[in-house]
């Protein structure tokens, strides 16, 4: 189990906190809700977990970093102190940051923390529960680490959809690469592609050197992330089958697997039950599938009942064939919202029936690849995105002109000549949206869409037309913040916009968001002019670092 740092829950007078949250932070919150405090120090290490020493990036002495245990509306304080050598973001995967994409934590809404510095994140986890994590989002870091689980627990007074399991794992799957990150980023930056990876970790360790012990008879929850660069991850557990519960804030309909694709960027909790006979270890394993002509790469981990410390019984069992789309798009499209269950708040999830909303607006992007300044860059709609040197959130804010383009891409691809661009997609709150991820490329892709959950509503081969709605599903679709689209295929969302701010429209296959495949998409109110009701929008913190245009 990944450990955590302490959470702080003050005993101090109630009347003390607020007047320290009003003096620091802009943050609005409930005399109700608690607070969490942590204070985190980023350093570098090194470790050799595939026989070449590497550079990593260390939270608090620890790789991964420390578990964020938090509970729905907990107002939670991270106070990160950067000790490297260069600036610093930390970004909070499938968090919802509710009104304040001021603290998102991507280079579109925050300027980086700079060497020796420190900036404290403040945001609530307001209505949401579910298995996520943090990364580093600036300059290629992801690929050393710096990563770690995050968990948003129900309240008390909120049932969850199973017995209580006898303990709780964050499992970190992720490829490895054994090149240090800045070497990987140059090499990007000069033309080259990202090599083959060099293993897979579970919990930062390599093959054979993570264990988890379980009491024979006893139910746990596993809440696995896929923290890597690129790869999708085939996860299984020797020998016992895989109860999902829950995939990035939504409980799911409980239905039992073999195995469970997790692509890059995504979350799911599952229950394993130890009722194989007898005192025995079994294989825990992160298989590498759909590797564009790479040789697949494996994590293994050790499962020990309690009492055995032997080595498990056989060989590794099989994982599912390499390149199957079919199988694995099959198992997506099998997976149910839980419509009876309650979340983060006591009505069912089933309660919201999205299926009523009118759409109001339709946003195809289709991701690309294209040689730009002899260079292949990623596009999504034929531009290819470059951050300026001033957040755009800080930039529509101070109403700094020439920073981005609103509406920089169309709604729908175009042909268009492949460009280097900055755009924002406009979008009008409380809009009901159907974004269509295309993905016309022979390669898996994963899109991410910070600030909000979306309803999966469709997948399949082909491009998308109007037809394909006939098909959708507009009754049990889950809600998650991350999605694959398969080769030569689509998978269509929906999502209200009922969340203000700046928000991130990401390729979660961190090369090609670090060659410009990424967008933005601005929510705004009918008059940009007015600053937003604190009712709506949180104001811009008091402790907000400045750069770029917006230095002054």
Known sequence: MISSITTLRPSIPL???????????????????????????????HISPYGVQKQVIMINDQFPGPLLN???????????????????????NGVQMRKNSWNDGVEGT???????KNWTYSFQMKDQIGSFFYFPSFGFQKAAGGYGPIRINNREIILI??????????????????????????????????????????????????????QPGATYRLRISNVGLKATLNFQIQGHKLLLIETEGSYTIQQYYDTLDIHVGQSYSVLITADQPGIATYYMIAKSR????????????FVHYS????????????????????????????????LTAGAARPNPQGSYHYERINI??????????????SITHYTVNGVSFVYPDTPLKLADYYHIPDVFTLNGIPDTPDGRVPVFGTPVIDALYKDFVQIVFQNNQPIIQTWHLDGYSFFVVGMDGGNWDESKKQGYNMMDAVSRSTIQVYPFSWSAVLVALDNLGMWNIRSQDEEKRYLGQEVYMRVRGVDTSVIPNPRDENPIPSNIIKCGRAAN
């Open 307 to 338: 009492g055995s410390n032997g080595q498990p019984v056989g060989s590794l069992p099989q994982s599912p064939c390499s390149n199957d789309y079919t199988y694995s798009m099959k198992q997506a499209l099998s997976i149910r919202r839980n």
């Open 290 to 301: 759909f590797s564009d002509g790479d040789i697949p790469v494996t994590g293994v981990a």
């Open 70 to 92: 938090t509970t729905t509306n907990d107002n939670v304080f991270v106070n990160v102190h950067n000790q490297l050598s260069e600036p610093f973001l930390l970004t909070w």
């Open 360 to 373: 109001t607006r339709t946003i195809i992007l289709e991701n690309g690849a294209a040689l730009i300044s």
């Open 15 to 45: 009347i003390l906190i607020t007047s320290f949250l009003l003096l620091s932070s802009p943050l609005l919150v409930s005399s109700e809700d608690p607070y969490v405090f942590v204070d985190w120090v980023v350093t570098y290490s």
């Open 110 to 116: 925050n300027c980086p923390i700079a060497p020796g």
């Open 161 to 214: 959809p199973f017995d209580q399991p006898e303990g709780d794992f964050d499992v970190l799957i992720g490829d490895w690469y054994n090149a240090d990150y800045k070497e990987l980023r140059s090499s990007l930056d000069d033309g080259a592609k990202l090599p083959a990876p060099d293993g897979v970790l579970i919990n930062g360790l390599p093959q054979y050197k993570a264990n988890f012990t379980f």
